[in-house]
């Protein structure tokens, strides 16, 4: 609990620095979030009407001053309006959420389905030939980027099979589960291509170390089956390194994989702050930078305890 609690503790102190620093770096960016929202029209508008804009989105006073303002708020729940959308930004960021959660799931489960079976089978056939197809096989996977693959399978369906991926607006899940899955199989294949790449590398790696280590030995000494000395005994103090990294690839993944969302036209988080910062809607950028903060540490936080379940050995309390 001690552990728990510090770590806990730390939460506001991180999201505070993360807030100052993506406050004022936006500001960095020339031009303003009233031109960026009206383009040319902003042109037409008078003296007294920019004045009102700017009063109407916070922006009229001295960024100092608009830090302390917006700060004051947030400690009331409330992030501000967006310009862009001219909506709460906390309802924007939950409005756009589901998806990426969704998308960030569904690439993880193809992640570890494929890469923890396949590092497993490699280490187990060290050197062999079929070893060294694998390990073939995941160096491309890491080597290639997920707009290239995504590109790639889109052009295999329309070239090869005449079909396109299910694009247009987004099905929720609980609407149409068979609409909502082909919609975010394709990207959720995209984005779990170079993450199993990964989970191979490091689950191959973890496993090599572990079968060479004494109660391995033992095992074997005492008859134990080749599958229950893999399964039982090696695999899962081997799962703790590959926790580790699916901790970090998720928390990436709730901040939005941009390029993907792009590509598959889907409207989750990260293709919702890339417009967000293209539009200067600052308040958008502030609230939902600060939101993946929270999500990615609440990753990290669970990940540490997940340590203590794969190893009882291990004692966060001592950290």
Same mark, same amino acid.
């Given at each position: 609990?001690?552990?728990?609690?510090?770590?806990?503790?730390?939460?506001?102190?991180?999201?505070?620095?993360?807030?100052?620093?993506?406050?004022?770096?936006?500001?960095?960016?020339?031009?303003?979030?009233?031109?960026?929202?009206?383009?040319?029209?902003?042109?037409?508008?008078?003296?007294?009407?920019?004045?009102?804009?700017?009063?109407?989105?916070?922006?009229?006073?001295?960024?100092?001053?608009?830090?302390?303002?917006?700060?004051?708020?947030?400690?009331?729940?409330?992030?501000?309006?967006?310009?862009?959308?001219?909506?709460?930004?906390?309802?924007? #960021?939950?409005?756009?959420?589901? *998806?990426? +959660?969704?998308?960030?799931? $569904?690439?993880?489960?193809? /992640?570890? %389905? =494929?890469?923890?079976?396949?590092?497993?089978?490699?280490?187990?056939?060290?050197?062999?030939?079929?070893?060294?197809?694998?390990?073939?096989?995941?160096?491309?996977?890491?080597?290639?980027?997920?707009?290239?693959?995504?590109?790639?399978?889109?052009?295999?369906?329309?070239?090869?099979?005449?079909?396109?991926?299910?694009?247009?607006?987004?099905?929720?899940?609980?609407?149409?589960? #068979?609409?909502?899955?082909?919609? *975010?199989? +394709?990207?959720?294949?995209? $984005?779990?291509?170079?993450? /199993?790449? %990964? =989970?191979?590398?490091?689950?191959?790696?973890?496993?090599?170390?572990?079968?060479?280590?004494?109660?391995?030995?033992?095992?074997?000494?005492?008859?134990?089956?080749?599958?229950?000395?893999?399964?039982?005994?090696?695999?899962?103090?081997?799962?703790?390194?590959?926790?580790?990294?699916?901790?970090?690839?998720?928390?990436?993944?709730?901040?939005?994989?941009?390029?993907?969302?792009? #590509?598959?036209?889907?409207?989750? *988080?990260?293709?919702?702050?890339?417009?967000?910062?293209?539009?200067?809607?600052?308040?958008?950028?502030?609230?939902?930078?600060?939101?993946?903060?929270?999500?990615?540490?609440?990753?990290?936080?669970?990940?540490?305890?997940?340590?203590?379940?794969?190893?009882?050995?291990?004692?966060?309390?001592?950290?």
């Amino acid at each position: 609990m001690n552990y728990l609690t510090r770590r806990l503790a730390a939460f506001p102190l991180v999201l505070l620095g993360v807030s100052v620093i993506v406050f004022f770096a936006i500001r960095l960016v020339p031009g303003d979030s009233i031109t960026a929202m009206l383009g040319t029209e902003a042109g037409l508008l008078t003296p007294q009407q920019r004045d009102a804009l700017a009063v109407y989105f916070g922006i009229d006073q001295p960024w100092p001053v608009q830090y302390w303002r917006w700060l004051l708020n947030l400690f009331h729940g409330d992030l501000g309006i967006s310009a862009t959308y001219g909506k709460p930004v906390l309802e924007v #960021i939950l409005q756009r959420f589901p *998806l990426t +959660l969704e998308l960030a799931l $569904l690439s993880m489960l193809i /992640a570890l %389905s =494929v890469g923890v079976p396949a590092g497993v089978f490699a280490a187990t056939r060290n050197e062999r030939p079929s070893d060294l197809a694998v390990r073939v096989a995941a160096m491309i996977g890491q080597s290639t980027p997920s707009f290239v693959f995504g590109l790639l399978i889109i052009y295999v369906l329309s070239a090869g099979f005449g079909v396109l991926p299910t694009m247009g607006a987004f099905t929720p899940l609980w609407e149409d589960p #068979i609409r909502n899955l082909g919609q *975010l199989i +394709l990207p959720a294949l995209t $984005l779990g291509f170079a993450f /199993a790449a %990964s =989970v191979t590398r490091v689950s191959r790696s973890a496993m090599l170390d572990v079968l060479s280590d004494d109660y391995v030995r033992t095992a074997r000494s005492k008859g134990a089956s080749a599958r229950s000395v893999v399964w039982r005994h090696a695999l899962p103090n081997a799962l703790i390194p590959v926790v580790t990294l699916s901790g970090i690839e998720f928390g990436y993944l709730l901040g939005g994989a941009v390029i993907v969302e792009q #590509i598959y036209a889907l409207p989750g *988080l990260g293709r919702m702050v890339l417009e967000a910062i293209l539009q200067r809607d600052y308040a958008l950028v502030q609230g939902a930078v600060l939101f993946i903060a929270l999500n990615f540490m609440i990753v990290n936080l669970l990940v540490d305890l997940a340590y203590v379940a794969l190893d009882p050995r291990i004692r966060l309390e001592n950290q």
